[in-house]
């Protein structure tokens, strides 16, 4: 199997399968609003979330779940191959931190 990685895997028919995004769909960025800033990596996204009160909950090879300091319930999942960031991901930040994340058409 080739391909850039782009897409997410799915289950059809008991079989995981990987569904390319359709031609000419844009892709989404995150940006930090407060700086109207991009987010570019892991460790950037990782930066600002730490300074609203998220931390590391869990880590492995390939994901990497932060929750709020203060002990909510909300967790945070996200790929630590930033390539691998989906607007799944990145719409999950924007909702658990309304004020200071936003998705746009890159």
């Known amino acids: 199997m080739s391909g850039s990685g782009a897409g ?15 031609a000419g769909t844009p892709r989404k960025a995150l940006v930090y609003v407060p700086t109207n800033e991009v987010v570019r990596s892991v460790e ?15 880590e492995n090879r390939s994901i990497l779940q932060l929750h709020k300091r203060d002990g909510g319930a909300d967790l945070i999942t996200i790929p630590r191959d930033f390539a691998s960031l989906r607007s799944t991901h ?3 930040v924007v909702v658990k931190n309304r004020d200071h994340f936003k998705v746009v058409d890159a």
């Open 8 to 22: 997410v895997w799915v289950f059809r028919n008991g079989v995981m399968q990987l569904e390319q995004p359709a």
């Open 44 to 58: 950037a996204l990782e930066r600002r979330l730490g300074s609203l009160g998220w931390e590391r909950y869990y």
């Open 90 to 92: 990145m719409y999950d």
